[in-house]
C-alpha cells in the first residue's frame, strides 16, 4: 500500500526547490553571456560580411543600461581578437529599451451610469499587440574588423586589448 502523503511531501520538496532556484535567477542582473535562443538575455552577434559583424546584447530589467552597452562592447573586442584582427570599428551603434509585445485576453469591469438606469458589466476583450515597456535593454552595433596600425585620431575605433583589459572589472567582477 503507498502512502499518499509521504509520496506528495516527498515530491513537494523538488518543486520547492525549483520555484526558489528560478525566483533567484529572476532577481540577478543577466550575466555576460551567449544567448541560446531567441528573447535569451545576454550577446549575440551575426556575421554581415567578411569582416563585418553585428553584435548585440540584451539584458534583464536588473541590468543596468550602462551595463548593457559595457557587455556589448566586450563582445565586440572578444570576437575582434578571437578572428585575429587588430582593431575594430563602431560604424553604428544603438541602446533602446526592450518592448513586450503580446497577444492576449484581458478582463475588463466596469461601472455604467446613465440617463436611463445604473449597470455593472463584465467583459472580456482581445488584446491584439499589446506594447508595453519593460525595464530591458538592447545594445546593438556594427563592428567593422580590420589588421594595420591603429588609427588612434578615430574615435569610433577600439583596440580590443585595452577594451577587454578595462572592462573585465564590469564583465567578471572580483569575488
Same mark, same amino acid.
Given at each position: #500500500?503507498?502512502?499518499?502523503?509521504?509520496? @506528495?511531501?516527498?515530491?513537494?520538496?523538488?518543486? &520547492?526547490?525549483?520555484?526558489?532556484?528560478?525566483? +533567484?535567477?529572476?532577481?540577478?542582473?543577466? =550575466? /555576460?553571456? =551567449?544567448?541560446?535562443?531567441?528573447?535569451?538575455?545576454?550577446? $549575440?552577434?551575426?556575421?554581415?560580411?567578411?569582416?563585418?559583424? %553585428?553584435?548585440?546584447?540584451?539584458?534583464?530589467?536588473?541590468?543596468? =543600461?550602462?551595463?548593457?552597452?559595457?557587455?556589448?562592447? /566586450?563582445?565586440?573586442?572578444?570576437?575582434?581578437?578571437?578572428?585575429? /584582427?587588430?582593431?575594430?570599428?563602431?560604424? @553604428? %551603434? *544603438?541602446? +533602446?529599451?526592450?518592448?513586450? $509585445? $503580446?497577444?492576449?485576453? /484581458?478582463?475588463?469591469?466596469?461601472?455604467?451610469?446613465?440617463?436611463?438606469?445604473?449597470?455593472?458589466? &463584465? *467583459?472580456? *476583450?482581445?488584446?491584439?499587440? +499589446?506594447? $508595453?515597456? +519593460?525595464?530591458?535593454?538592447?545594445? #546593438?552595433?556594427?563592428?567593422? #574588423?580590420?589588421?594595420?596600425?591603429?588609427? *588612434?585620431?578615430?574615435?569610433?575605433?577600439?583596440?580590443?586589448?585595452? &577594451?577587454?583589459?578595462?572592462?573585465?572589472? &564590469?564583465? @567578471?567582477?572580483?569575488?
Amino acid at each position: #500500500m503507498v502512502h499518499w502523503q509521504g509520496f @506528495a511531501r516527498g515530491l513537494a520538496w523538488p518543486g &520547492v526547490c525549483l520555484a526558489l532556484l528560478l525566483l +533567484v535567477a529572476c532577481t540577478t542582473p543577466t =550575466p /555576460y553571456q =551567449p544567448a541560446d535562443l531567441p528573447g535569451d538575455f545576454g550577446y $549575440r552577434e551575426q556575421r554581415v560580411g567578411d569582416n563585418r559583424f %553585428r553584435v548585440s546584447f540584451l539584458g534583464n530589467d536588473l541590468t543596468p =543600461p550602462e551595463t548593457v552597452d559595457s557587455y556589448l562592447l /566586450y563582445r565586440a573586442a572578444e570576437l575582434t581578437r578571437q578572428l585575429g /584582427y587588430d582593431y575594430f570599428v563602431i560604424t @553604428a %551603434r *544603438g541602446l +533602446v529599451p526592450a518592448v513586450d $509585445r $503580446r497577444f492576449g485576453v /484581458y478582463p475588463s469591469v466596469g461601472y455604467f451610469g446613465g440617463y436611463s438606469g445604473d449597470g455593472f458589466g &463584465v *467583459g472580456i *476583450g482581445v488584446g491584439t499587440g +499589446v506594447v $508595453r515597456p +519593460v525595464g530591458e535593454y538592447r545594445a #546593438m552595433a556594427d563592428v567593422l #574588423m580590420l589588421n594595420g596600425p591603429f588609427p *588612434g585620431n578615430d574615435r569610433s575605433a577600439y583596440d580590443p586589448e585595452a &577594451v577587454l583589459r578595462y572592462l573585465q572589472p &564590469v564583465v @567578471a567582477p572580483p569575488g
